[in-house]
């Protein structure tokens, strides 16, 4: 993703949960980059899985507050 080759990322995190579906990492990072090819749909279901995995994490952190903004604003539309 830091070399906007979101296409490429999304390949390698749908591999890499091939192997460890339930990767937080790699869940979140399929969502970003889901996101940047708009696709939203794909976005809200990595992100909703995100949250599941990681449903006993502190709400204050960044990847917490991101997974729970995308998808309340995805909500709206």
Not at 10 to 18: C, D, G, K, T
């Amino acid at each position: 993703l830091g070399i906007d080759r979101p296409k490429e990322a999304q390949q390698q995190f749908e591999r890499a949960l091939l192997w460890h579906p339930n990767r937080a990492r790699s869940v979140l990072g399929l969502a970003r980059a889901a996101a940047q090819l708009g696709h939203i749909q794909a976005t809200r279901q990595a992100y909703s899985h995100f949250l599941n995995i990681w449903s006993q994490a502190d709400s204050d952190l960044t990847e917490v507050k991101e997974a729970e903004q995308f998808i309340q604003q995805a909500a709206r539309q």
